[in-house]
């Protein structure tokens, strides 16, 4: 697979995180009707990004690989998980 997501996060701006893809690869998987196809493959390119980063904060001692970790499942629980059990 081969998969390109741009990350763009401005803390000043109204949408702070703007994620994009390469025109002709949007225009392409537009056009074979992979739409579901792309968020899967995009959400899986961010998990193994975010594993790289945690795994690169862990070997230069910056983080700890399991702090890391746990920042990310603390996020998403709160975020999504418990935003579901409130509504």
Not at 3 to 20: M, Q, V
Not at 47 to 52: I, V
């Amino acid at each position: 697979m081969k998969n390109s997501l741009y990350i763009d996060f401005d803390s000043e701006r109204e949408d702070k995180i703007k994620i994009t893809k390469p025109q002709k690869m949007v225009e392409d998987i537009m056009s074979n009707g992979k739409e579901r196809q792309m968020i899967v493959d995009d959400l899986t390119t961010c998990m193994n990004a975010l594993g790289t980063l945690i795994q690169a904060a862990n070997d230069n001692n910056i983080v700890e690989a399991t702090k890391s970790a746990q920042i990310c499942v603390e996020y998403l629980t709160e975020n999504f998980i418990n935003q579901e059990i409130k509504e």
